[in-house]
């Protein structure tokens, strides 16, 4: 059974709801490649996994653990702000996912940031298609993580309820800055 109480977990029961074999899918924020490795898993070796990062050094750990389990993925050294220069398959896109914050175990000052990940979130919702999902996990502790979650929040409040369903998650009786997970599907 699943950890539901770890928010990448609770994130990863919906997105094993969305994806199916053959589906396109972005990990917008590659970190240590568990997402991205999840994500293969589902879309199965017809299906087609992109995976973005500004750090080597995560893609570097994030080709490790796929070719440790026979997966491949397109792994992609750029800010997820990006995806569009990268992903043809404009409105085709299953599945996004995002987790916001720094590479765990890496350089802490090194981490996304407000205008990028709104840019980056503006961008991966043209590439959904109708019916797709986006899964953000925001972690607000840091230096600026709570700047960056009061705009990611901020924007999302902005899309049209005609064509995003934007649902926020709250672990709410845990201290201590915990995570945010946020679902938006595209109607």
């Not at 997402?35 to 199965?44: A, H, K, P, V």
């Not at 990028?116 to 899964?135: E, F, H, N, P, Y």
């Not at 309820?161 to 938006?184: C, D, E, G, M, R």
Request: proline share 3%; with cysteine.
């Amino acid at each position: 059974m699943k950890n539901l109480y770890q928010v990448t977990e609770f994130c990863h029961d919906f997105i094993e709801r969305q994806v199916r074999p053959r589906d396109i899918c972005i990990d917008a924020t590659a970190g240590n490649g568990k997402d991205t490795e999840f994500l293969c898993s589902l879309t199965g070796e017809k299906g087609k996994v992109y995976a973005f990062d500004i750090q080597e050094k995560a893609l570097k750990k994030t080709k490790e653990r796929l070719e440790a389990v026979g997966m491949t993925a397109e792994l992609i050294l750029d800010g997820h702000e990006y995806m569009e220069k990268y992903v043809l398959e404009v409105g085709m896109v299953s599945c996004i996912v995002f987790n916001f914050g720094y590479l765990p175990g890496g350089d802490h000052t090194v981490a996304t940031k407000a205008e990028t990940s709104v840019a980056a979130i503006q961008s991966g919702l043209s590439l959904l298609r109708k019916g797709g999902l986006m899964s953000l996990c925001i972690y607000s502790g840091g230096d600026t993580g709570n700047q960056e979650k009061e705009a990611i929040l901020g924007f999302l409040k902005t899309l049209d309820t005609k064509q995003y369903l934007v649902i926020v998650s709250a672990y709410f009786n845990l201290s201590n800055h915990p995570p945010v997970p946020v679902q938006i599907r595209k109607l």
